[in-house]
């Protein structure tokens, strides 16, 4: 009895360190991309991965949560972030080659809110977006104090001149797909996220598109992690890079900056 | 010595972990009477329910509380149409997530108090004349009270710590729903805050640790008293 119960426990620990042995044995690319560009990465992966037999896992979050991750020492082997900000203090912590920094994509800031709502509302200068909150509602925002859509949103807010009426009406969230969640429940009556997240989410609408002078243009940066790096990441990077990759980008609604 | 923004994360985590065990207290008690001294059809899945904070991750009670309270929610849409009132996005719904992880451990102090209680005392009580209210608020509760004591003091800990559920229901908005779990967890998100996220860790410590010598303190007392010895 206790023999067989040794037997099995030996085995659960064989058959548990055999997964992970395998996976890191394997060709895996881990790539950590701004939850925005996520959804976009991993339709790009898939063929790739057919293609190559290179697998590619993608791990979406906010920007500024992934670059801290990869300053402490996270495996991941490539990085997009969505704010510039975040890769040069990845670049200042000496964790990604600088040289092979690259601006991959762009995109534009919308002000969404819920599918059944009629909200008419058009970002300028001076708009009623605090009368468009009603009594008690809160703006769905990635929280400005890190993630870059939050970043772009006060700063669009801020030029705008409406900053000041809405900084305590905010509903903050960890990433931006998080804040199109909030909108998409009914939770928030509004909420600011990029282009191509309203366009992924099946429960928002776009209310207006923020004039491009109003915040730093949207910029997602490309580069390699310079520790983790293998000839595996190094093909995906130049995939990414490849005119397969730019129309599944555009499809999803980004604009592309760099070719191949 | 404490920054005002330390006050007022401070200030919030101790309101919402308050309101969480004043409300949640009474209602544990009255579930860990149930349990221990009744028996009723479904007990057992009673039970089962009511320890489901405790065992399921957290992040999934705070979007069931935001499926069930949140402003379109079946629950919460009826509450603010027939009463104006909201746990959306407010430190109301952060006591009310915290409350919810908590009342397991409430409930799992008081009903282990109780069933500790020699039920001749209650029998006896009865035979004497009192009925079942008068010999819980005379007996029971006075006798469980050391148990009442540390699932209150357990709560709050756990209330102060409420991080998964919190930010999934309510978000994680200064002076509203930033607790000290999710101030030190935005400060990690932010470089250069290593500083800052110390001194709230010590804070934390301090204020848990403070709580538990309170309640040891105070179970001290309440145990001698029921046992007759002098204080």
């Keep these: ?112 809110a819920p599918l059944d709502g009629a909200t008419t509302l058009e970002p300028s200068f001076g708009f009623a977006l605090e009368a468009a909150l009603g009594r008690d509602g809160r703006l769905a925002i990635g929280d400005p104090t890190h993630v870059p859509a939050g970043i772009y949103a006060r700063q669009a807010l801020t030029t705008l001149g409406v900053w000041a009426s809405v900084a305590d009406r905010l509903a903050p969230a960890g990433n931006v797909v998080a804040a199109v969640t909030f909108v998409a429940r009914g939770e928030s009556p509004l909420g600011i996220a990029y282009r ?28 390699p992690v310079s520790a983790n790096m293998t000839p595996a990441a190094d093909a995906f990077l130049n995939h990414l890079r490849s005119d397969a990759a730019r129309t599944v980008f555009e499809r999803y609604g980004f604009r592309v900056m760099a070719a191949s | 010595m404490l920054s005002p923004l330390e006050i007022e994360i401070i200030t919030l985590s101790l309101r919402v972990s308050f309101w969480a065990v004043l409300i949640g207290l009474p209602l544990a008690i009255g579930a860990a009477w149930l349990l221990a001294r009744t028996t009723f059809p479904g007990k057992v899945l009673v039970d089962g329910i009511l320890h489901l904070p405790l065992v399921v991750p957290p992040v999934i009670v705070g979007y069931a509380l935001l499926v069930l309270f949140g402003r379109q929610g079946a629950i919460g849409s009826i509450l603010y149409d027939a009463f104006g009132v909201s746990f959306a996005f407010n430190w109301k719904g952060a006591a009310l997530a915290s409350g919810v992880m908590a009342f397991p451990l409430m409930v799992r102090a008081v009903r282990l108090s109780i069933e500790a209680i020699d039920q001749r005392l209650e029998t006896a009580a009865r035979t004497l004349g009192a009925n079942r209210v008068r010999v819980f608020a005379t007996i029971t509760l006075p006798l469980a009270l050391p148990g009442v004591l540390s699932g209150a003091v357990l709560a709050f800990a756990r209330s102060l710590g409420e991080f998964g559920a919190t930010i999934t229901f309510v978000s994680n908005i200064p002076g509203e729903t930033r607790t000290l779990p999710l101030a030190i967890f935005n400060l990690t998100q932010v470089p250069g805050s290593e500083a800052a996220i110390g001194r709230l860790v010590l804070i934390s410590i301090a204020i848990a640790l403070a709580a538990l010598i309170l309640s040891e303190v105070l179970s001290r007392r309440i145990g001698a008293r029921i046992r007759g010895t002098p204080t």
């Design chain 1, 1 to 112: 009895m206790m023999r067989s119960l040794c037997q099995s426990l030996a085995a659960i620990v064989v058959a548990l360190s055999g997964a992970t042995a395998g996976a890191a044995q394997s060709e895996t690319v881990l790539v950590f991309a701004a939850a925005s560009a996520a959804p976009a990465i991993r339709a790009i992966a898939d063929p790739f991965t057919a293609r190559t037999g290179i697998s590619v896992t993608v791990s979406g979050a906010a920007t500024s949560t992934l670059a801290q991750q990869i300053v402490r020492g996270a495996p991941a082997q490539l990085v997009l972030t969505a704010h510039p900000r975040w890769m040069t203090h990845l670049s200042d912590s000496r964790a990604i080659d600088a040289t092979r920094r690259t601006t991959l994509l762009g995109n534009e800031l919308v002000l969404i």
């Design chain 1, 196 to 223: 191509t997240d309203a366009a992924l989410s099946d429960g928002v609408r776009v209310v207006g598109l923020f004039p491009a002078s109003s915040h730093d243009p949207v910029r997602y940066d490309l580069a």
